[in-house]
């Protein structure tokens, strides 16, 4: 037999497609050529599978004078990646006769080094899912891959460290015993070493409370020194920790930038400087990589100095605030990637900060406060959750204040009130596997499921009127305060949680 055919997969965005590997082998001047639209990754594997085979053992096809093709089908799929290495060379020792077995149910992944060791690849969380999808019961990935492999159940999964040990398994000559699924969801975590204390801002404090609970979005706006940094880093603590299911949609991400990674416990926390560029901050590029937006899922997205990132970059976050998912197309591919996270933001009210302070005299000219507002358009304010203007806190001068911090009692405390809360929205989602929070709640949720007083009801519409709100700010307002009610465990939402909610709301609305 001098043709054979494997079944693989290529990775596209977050998601593996089904591919063909077919082999034909004939007798002739030495030649090996990878043909179906492949980049220089996957054709340089040709030098690195020569080299393997003669290292592993087996007859180097430069010595047999063969004339190989490989063809990777659909054709007009674009092939990226080293992680073809292992099956090109199984389809290989397939067509040669060097396996005598059926290869049929085999999916592997790998890329090869020049003495045949099995190395990690990118995606391998997204290419277990993929193999499930396509209904195989065994699959072979490199070595290093343990303890991701580790969290997916409904599979058979083979480690190997090498393409020797791999023939000789599927050869019948050794055996590889079957990786055992752990559950991590009962194992303790570190929870962040950093101890963050905060004196004072007792308003800023109630809003990421209200922000980490509901998972809305925060912008922190006021002059330099006044902790609206410290803020928004000592919201990651208060977060629970990351459910199975969020643990390997987390992991799997990040798995399509790194070879290897820890399966991720805690909720993630990214904060981009703001220089980086629009295609960073949303992804893209070739081959079209996942950006901040993507690494924040079930996160945190901190954007520090917002008013001095590009305006486009910032523009590019309506739609994923609003649709938790980041939408990018390539010629004839669209990739979808998942971004639900909770932004905060913080940033000064003018170039020298001191804008309506009550510290220093604001050296800004009208001119330059002018552009540099016009940075944050109406629509994407609109589209925020809760504004804080933070001012410094002359309380925390005080002799005794200095004594006072957050300690770990109030840490917890405070982590317990948010996880109730948390547990009380997805105790009224239960019917909807997509939303689990208020900040995602649609207009038609809030109309069903939020128990509105009726004189709530009364204000918040005399409120909407007098404040000419839009639409989305009239239910971002009723979002937030349905959070303020799980807060305080109450069943409906009354007068006081819709004065507290529009007490948050955007000054520019």
């Known amino acids: 037999m001098h043709f054979s055919i494997l079944k693989s997969g290529v990775l596209s965005g977050l998601r593996f497609q089904p591919i063909q590997i077919e082999v034909d082998v004939s007798t002739g001047l030495f030649s090996f050529t990878i043909v179906g639209l492949p980049d ?12 393997a085979l003669k290292n592993s053992g087996f007859d180097s096809p430069k010595t047999k004078n063969q004339k190989i093709v490989v063809s990777l089908a659909p054709a007009h799929t674009r092939k990226e990646g080293s992680s073809l290495d292992l099956p090109i060379t199984l389809s290989y020792l397939k067509a040669v006769g060097t396996i005598q077995t059926s290869i049929d149910d085999i999916l592997c992944i790998g890329e090869l080094s020049l003495t045949g060791e099995v190395k990690s690849c990118k995606g391998i969380l997204p290419f277990l899912k993929f193999a499930i999808d396509q209904k195989f019961k065994k699959v072979f990935i490199p070595f290093d891959h343990k303890e991701e492999a580790e969290l997916i159940q409904g599979i058979e999964i083979f480690l190997v460290k090498n393409l020797k040990q791999l023939v000789d398994h599927i050869q019948g000559t050794d055996h590889i015993h079957p990786l055992v699924y752990r559950d991590v969801t009962d194992e303790s975590i570190d929870e962040p070493s950093e101890n963050i204390k905060i004196i004072g801002q007792e ?123 980041v939408r990018i197309s390539r010629g004839k591919y669209t990739h979808d990637f998942p971004a639900n996270f909770i932004l905060i933001a913080a940033f000064n009210p003018c170039p020298c900060g001191y804008r309506e302070s009550h510290i220093e005299k604001c050296t800004c000219s009208a001119h330059k406060i002018q552009q540099y507002q016009k940075k944050l358009s109406g629509p994407f304010i609109d589209r925020i959750d809760l504004w804080v203007n933070v001012e410094r806190d002359i309380e925390i001068y005080k002799k005794d204040s200095l004594l006072k911090s957050q300690d770990t009692h109030e840490l917890l405390e405070t982590k317990k009130i948010i996880l109730k809360a948390r547990s009380t929205q997805k105790t009224r989602y239960k019917h909807n596997k997509t939303l689990q929070l208020n900040s995602s709640a649609l207009p038609s ?29 009239f239910h971002k307002v009723l979002k937030v305060a349905r959070t303020i009610a799980d807060i305080e465990q109450t069943k409906n939402v009354r007068v006081a949680h819709i004065l507290e909610a529009l007490s948050f709301r955007p000054r520019r609305d």
């Open 445 to 473: 949720h809030c109309e069903s499921l939020f128990n509105l007083d009726p004189e709530a009801e009364r204000v918040l519409k005399q409120a909407a009127q007098n404040m000419n709100m839009s639409l989305r700010s």
């Open 40 to 51: 220089k990754t996957v054709e340089e594997s040709r030098e690195r599978i020569i080299a």
């Open 203 to 325: 308003i800023a404090k109630r809003a990421l409370i209200i922000a980490a609970a509901g998972g809305h979005s925060l912008i922190l706006c006021g002059p330099p020194g006044t902790g609206k940094t410290l803020l928004a880093k000592s919201i990651q603590p208060l977060l629970p920790k990351l459910s199975i299911d969020e643990c390997i949609e987390t992991t799997s991400i990040y798995s399509l930038i790194q070879n290897t990674v820890q399966p991720i416990r805690l909720s993630p926390f990214r904060s981009p400087h703001h220089r980086t560029t629009t295609t960073s901050l949303i992804g893209g590029g070739v081959p079209v990589r996942p950006g901040e937006l993507t690494l924040a899922h079930n996160g945190i997205l901190f954007l520090d100095e917002l008013a001095e990132f590009d305006r486009e970059a910032l523009e590019s976050l309506r739609e994923p605030l609003e649709e938790h998912t």
